[in-house]
Structures are given as structure tokens and as C-alpha cells.
């Protein structure tokens, strides 16, 4: 797994910062789809930082980690960073993006076998449980959302 480190080369707020937390109030991982199709080159990254900034007027990139459909890793906050990706679940959450839209076709094989990976070392890293990886869409109040539109389940099981 390639992991390319795009801490402090996104694009951010002029004014506003994310908050700190401490990396013992990790519980969950939250899994993304970006419902936008794969730019080569690892472009997407640069692109959901500056919506994010730009539309969403944030402090910077909501995901902690991007997945390109090449299986690049992109880590674009630290743990202890308190992004927004999951509403009022985002102080217990590390946020995982795949880059593309399941809701027309499936993650590739390279990226699915890179998240698969990268979960795995998180969960070793900060002791997350695997039924604490959950789809966007899991998470109370996210029912409605169309998000990741992958097999958690399947997910889940394929860690373990
Ligand atoms: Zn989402």
C-alpha cells in the first residue's frame, strides 16, 4: 500500500483551523464514497480540498484518508485532527474516502484491497473495534444518506 503524505499541501481556509483532539477519543471509522468519477493523477484529493474550503466554507479537507481508484493512499489530516465528514459523530471518527461513485459501479480491485489494508492498520493503530467500521450511511441520523454504497458487511468480514 502506498500511502503519499498531502498534510499541509491541500488547500485550506484563509481564517478558520479544525480543532485538536486526543487520539485516545478515537472510536469509529467512517467510511465515504466521493460520488465523483476517478481524475487520474491524483488530482481528486486537491479537487475535495478546495469544495470543501471553497463550498462548504470549512477549515480544510473533511477525510482523513483519500483512496484513489489506483489504490494510492492519500492521508490529508492527522488523527488528532477534528475534521467534519460525519456531523456530530466527527469528534470519535477518522474519515475514509474512496474516490468514486458505488451507486454506478464498484470500487477496483487495487482499491479495495488498499482499504482493506489501511483499515486494518488504523485499527491497530488506535484500537478501533470492526464493528465500529461503519458506513456513512450506519451512523444514527445518516440513514437517508447514499453513502458508501459498498457492502459493509462484506467489509467487515473481509477484515477479520
Ligand atoms: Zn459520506
Redesign the pocket.
Known amino acids: 500500500m502506498k500511502i503519499v503524505d498531502m498534510r499541509g499541501k491541500l488547500p485550506v481556509h484563509p481564517q478558520k483551523r479544525y480543532q485538536e483532539r486526543p487520539l485516545n477519543s478515537i472510536y469509529y471509522i467512517a467510511i ?1 464514497h466521493s460520488l465523483t468519477d476517478n481524475i487520474p493523477g491524483g488530482s481528486d484529493v486537491e479537487a475535495f480540498a478546495r469544495y470543501h474550503v471553497e463550498t462548504n466554507d470549512w477549515p480544510g479537507i473533511g477525510y482523513h484518508y483519500v483512496i484513489d481508484a489506483d489504490g494510492t493512499v492519500y492521508k490529508c489530516n492527522s488523527a488528532t485532527t477534528k475534521s467534519y ?1 460525519v456531523g456530530k459523530h466527527n469528534r470519535f471518527s477518522l474519515g475514509v474516502c474512496l474516490v468514486g461513485d458505488f451507486s454506478n459501479y464498484p470500487p477496483t480491485d487495487i482499491q479495495y484491497q488498499a482499504t482493506k489494508e489501511l483499515i486494518q492498520q488504523l485499527i491497530n493503530a488506535y484500537g478501533v473495534t470492526v464493528d465500529n467500521v461503519l458506513g ?1 450511511s450506519e451512523f444514527e441520523g445518516y440513514k437517508w ?1 447514499k ?2 454504497c459498498i457492502n459493509m458487511d462484506k467489509l467487515r468480514r473481509d477484515l477479520t
Open positions: 465515504h465528514h456513512h444518506k453513502c458508501p
